[in-house]
């Protein structure tokens, strides 16, 4: 008896299981956002307007931008340093390091932001000498960066350390063999092979960290044009029943989601023809 090919389903079954795929997709994941778009401008553009032009949204707009300018470029670094070094060298603690970075996945970000309340804040363990230098932390932009930052770590890392592990080392071998400095190596040849890669953990870093709630919600005490991230402001403006305006300010975080997956599929598409 002769093996059936993986193909050779019949047409019922694949019209069945996409129709299942399709359906599922457009009931989680379309559907809210056409409810989030819809309910924006439910009551006009000029609400619309001036919910995104109003002063309290624009400084959650500026905070959101301003610590993901802070958070990416330093996740990414590091993101980098740590793919490398993993899959690049043997060392002790290296499975260690590995289960550090993938840590913000399993830890809840409502619970890791209770731990820099409980390092920063003004009853931790630095609360005291923090207090005592005149420095804020918590309620302040560096705890929000901080939140930020330990729930974005894995995204630049884990998406190169994949790609480098399946890569290998021999372009880079080659390279030093030729006569390459280390820094040679990494500007000609390990940048080029990786960068497609890098772009795509990047652009979803910087989603996650624009659409942080959990941890931020923590740490930022909600201190209206000063603390209060895009996320936060939405949370504010739907406890005040200010629907339309929260949707409005929503689909900000709805654009930024989008514009992700365009890039997302590009990167995709020039990853595959590179």
């Known amino acids: 008896m002769s093996a059936r090919k993986a193909n050779a389903d019949p047409p019922v079954v694949r019209w069945l299981l996409t129709a299942v795929a399709v359906l599922f997709v457009a009931g989680v994941v379309l559907l809210p956002i056409a409810l989030i778009l819809t309910e924006a401008f439910s009551k006009g553009v000029a609400v619309f307007t001036a919910a995104l032009t109003d002063e309290l949204a624009w400084s959650a707009i500026l905070l959101t931008l301003k610590t993901a300018a802070i958070v990416v470029p330093i996740n990414t670094v590091f993101g980098f340093a740590a793919a490398w070094a993993i899959a690049r060298f043997a060392f002790r603690g290296k ?42 932390v918590i309620f302040a932009l560096p705890g929000i960066v901080l939140a930020t930052m330990f729930v974005t770590v894995p995204f630049v890392a884990r998406e190169l350390l994949a790609f480098m592990q399946a890569q290998g080392r021999d372009d880079e071998e080659a390279a030093l063999t030729l006569g390459a400095s280390g820094w040679q190596m990494i500007r000609h040849v390990t940048l080029p092979n990786i960068k ?16 942080e709630f959990g941890a931020v919600s923590v740490v930022s005490g909600h201190i209206r044009g000063s603390t209060n991230t895009i996320p936060l402001h939405v949370e504010i403006l739907y406890n005040e029943y200010e629907f339309a305006a929260a949707f409005a300010v929503s689909s900000l975080l709805v654009a930024v989601g989008l514009l992700t997956l365009a890039v997302k599929r590009y990167v995709e598409w020039r990853t595959r023809h590179g």
């Open 95 to 136: 499975n260690v390091l590995i289960t550090l970075i993938d840590l913000p996945f399993a830890v809840s970000p409502v619970i890791a932001g209770m731990i820099f309340v409980l390092l920063f804040g003004a009853q931790g363990l630095l609360g005291p000498w923090l207090t005592a230098h005149d420095t804020k």
């Open 196 to 211: 497609w890669s890098l772009v795509y953990g990047v652009i979803l870093c910087n989603a996650r960290a624009m659409g």
